[in-house]
């Protein structure tokens, strides 16, 4: 997501927020996108991937919206109590691939 009265043309690191907590994207918390714009950061997505793939949880609402890939899916997800933003098991799993495998990030996947 982006922040409110950022110009588009000239978009700043500080006007990229997570949609899951509404955390400003810094050096410190790495980001990955989604489908138009959605972010989801290293902080939201160490929860998701905890409570989704590792404890195998569930808190999505039935007919929920990945924020991630705005798809509508049967399959277990993680909902926000900040924001409400659903990110599904698939988006959580690429999401943590694709950021672990970013050196820069120093960023690993949650164990048991």
Not at 50 to 79: F, I, M
Request: charged fraction near 25%.
């Amino acid at each position: 997501m982006r922040r409110d009265g950022c110009d588009e043309n000239n978009a700043e690191m500080s006007d990229f927020l997570c949609d899951f907590c509404g955390g400003v994207w810094t050096e410190e918390l790495p980001m990955v996108e989604g489908h138009k714009g959605s972010l989801i950061c290293g902080a939201c997505l160490r929860e998701a991937y905890r409570r989704v793939v590792v404890l195998g949880e569930n808190s999505a609402e039935e007919g929920y919206a990945c924020a991630l890939c705005l798809l509508t899916k049967p399959e277990a997800a993680w909902r926000s109590n900040a924001t409400g933003a659903t990110a599904c098991r698939w988006c959580i799993n690429r999401s943590a691939t694709m950021l672990a495998k970013d050196p820069d990030s120093r960023w690993t996947k949650p164990e048991a």
